[in-house]
T-cell receptor, first 116, second 112 residues
Framework: NAGVTQTPKFQVLKTGQSMTLQCAQD?????MSWYRQDPGMGLRLIHY???????DQGEVPNGYNVSRSTTEDFPLRLLSAAPSQTSVYFC???????????????FGEGSRLTVL | DQQVKQNSPSLSVQEGRISILNCDYT??????FLWYKKYPAEGPTFLIS?????DKNEDGRFTVFLNKSAKHLSLHIVPSQPGDSAVYFC???????????FGQGTTLQVKP
């Protein structure tokens, strides 16, 4: 099994450009989420989804869009990139039972994004 | 407003000794808590969890303690090994919302 696959691993954008970070999982997990990691800030939740067709905002959703048309895929879109979005982005998934198992996330390897 | 806080950015311990990592939370709605470990250039990996109905959960060298009245949890690693050197994140979740909120992380260095 590949687990959680994120692409691209590295990306450099100019301010105002748009892009999509791809995330796919092959574990048939209902729950998927996106985090960003910044120095001193830990991991901050951007958006999450408890199943296909359902998405919700996390702690820092502004500037990002998500959709969940299939169980496997959960892309993160940056509509107009800003330098403040320079970060390492992690996608994660888990089996969702509404309880503690939801928290046992499987993470991808991360996507490092630089916005100039 | 940081709902999950790890107030110690770093911790250094000698191999074989105990490592204690601490975490505080503010939201009473959290009903499960987890610890994750992260090596550089890798995604975090799940380490151990605890439900709010328990006060202790043990898995090998790792034990998590939960003090609900103090809204505090801790991770004990005994004995510490050099391979345990990593960033440790605590996280808290609520069955009602599906959100999992992480702390800022603590960098553990275990010296041989």
């Amino acid at each position: 099994n590949a687990g959680v696959t994120q692409t691209p691993k590295f990306q450099v954008l100019k301010t105002g450009q748009s892009m999509t970070l791809q995330c796919a999982q092959d574990m048939n997990h209902e729950y998927m989420s996106w985090y960003r990691q910044d120095p001193g800030m830990g991991l901050r939740l951007i958006h999450y989804s408890v199943g296909a067709g359902i998405t919700d905002q996390g702690e820092v959703p502004n500037g990002y869009n998500v959709s969940r048309s299939t169980t496997e895929d959960f892309p993160l879109r940056l509509l107009s990139a800003a330098p403040s979005q320079t970060s390492v982005y992690f996608c994660a998934s888990s089996y969702s039972d509404g309880g503690p198992n939801t928290g046992e996330l499987f993470f991808g390897e991360g996507s490092r994004l630089t916005v100039l | 407003d940081q709902q999950v806080k790890q107030n110690s950015p770093s911790l250094s311990v000698q191999e074989g000794r105990i490592s204690i990592l601490n975490c505080d939370y503010t939201n009473s709605m959290f009903d499960y808590f987890l610890w994750y470990k992260k090596y550089p250039a890798e995604g975090p990996t799940f380490l151990i969890s605890i439900s709010s109905i328990k006060d202790k959960n043990e898995d090998g060298r790792f034990t998590v303690f939960l003090n609900k009245s103090a809204k505090h949890l801790s991770l004990h690693i005994v004995p510490s090994q050099p391979g345990d050197s990593a960033v440790y994140f605590c996280a808290a979740g609520s069955s009602n919302t599906g959100k999992l909120i992480f702390g800022q992380g603590t960098t553990l260095q275990v010296k041989p």
